[in-house]
């Protein structure tokens, strides 16, 4: 192979991290349009270029991506009005500007990056079953030996990513991911508040059952406690509050 021309990892310069995010999608459960967590995206973008990464943005099928209202600082639901590293990504031209033209996943050029990190938020849920360029390039990298990471609902990636071998690449690995007491905690804020019919959930399979169901080893630290794990080079984030823990762990395996 010519790899003469070739833009290879260089030791010597920036880590290259690939940020995939959700593209726009409907919560067909609920209703409502949904998208990528605030939170998931601009913790480890900033943890991460604050030790000199290089970070560009993806989604499966590229082009403009939006995040879900409640992660929003400046949405009346006030949420997430504290997220104070959300509202400063929200008033930088430039990285807004950078969400609505992300590059296609199947675009990533596996050998230019040292690790990619999925972000989450609702949309995942909804649209990652159809996004097999995203099943096949997460595997590349950890086939590649390189960091493949995701955080909270971007976890669902693991229910679809399988190995070259066939298997899932989450058998038999420690992980992490939404849990079922944050779901059953979210279920239960929008019955209270008439939001969605008592008794029905709001998501349409669970994180933490189906990593069991293929055989994972599932570990959680409890409701809104940040936390992320690292099996080899597969890293993993518990949920919204868990992106800087995420990116932390990143960092370290990849020797920042």
């Known amino acids: 192979m010519d790899l003469k021309n070739r833009n290879l ?3 010597k310069r920036a880590k290259r991290v690939a ?3 959700a593209n726009p999608s409907v919560n067909t459960v609920a209703g409502w349009p ?3 967590w605030w939170s998931e995206l601009s913790h480890p973008y900033y943890v991460l270029t604050e030790k000199g990464c290089e970070i560009e943005l993806f989604s499966p099928n590229g082009g403009r991506c939006e995040p879900d209202a409640m992660s929003d600082p400046r949405d009346p639901n006030g949420f997430s009005t504290a997220d104070l590293i959300s509202m400063g990504f929200i008033h930088t031209p430039t990285l807004m500007e950078a ?3 992300t590059a296609k996943v199947s675009e990533i050029d596996v050998d230019r990056f040292n690790a990619i990190l999925v972000a989450g938020g609702q949309a995942p849920m909804f649209g990652f079953d159809k996004a097999t360029d995203l099943h096949t390039k997460f595997v590349e990298f950890y086939e ?4 493949a990471a995701a955080v909270c ?3 669902a990636i693991l229910r679809y990513a399988k190995l070259s071998n066939g298997e899932y690449l989450a058998t038999d690995r420690t992980v992490t991911g939404f849990s079922n007491i944050e779901e059953d905690f979210v279920d239960d804020a929008l019955w209270n508040a008439n939001l969605l019919p008592r008794g029905r959930r709001l998501m349409p399979w669970r994180i933490e059952e189906e990593l069991n169901s293929i055989g994972a080893n599932y570990i959680q630290a409890g409701l809104w406690r940040g936390f992320a794990v690292r099996d080899g080079n597969l890293i993993t984030g518990q949920q ?4 800087i823990e995420t990116a932390e762990v990143v960092a370290a395996a990849l020797g920042l």
Do not use: Q, R, Y
Request: charged share 15%.
């Open 9 to 11: 990892v260089d030791p």
């Open 19 to 21: 940020i995939v995010l």
């Open 34 to 36: 949904c998208g990528f």
């Open 99 to 101: 969400l609505e033209h």
């Open 144 to 147: 590649a030996g390189k960091i």
């Open 153 to 155: 609902h971007g976890v």
């Open 240 to 243: 919204s509050v868990s992106g």
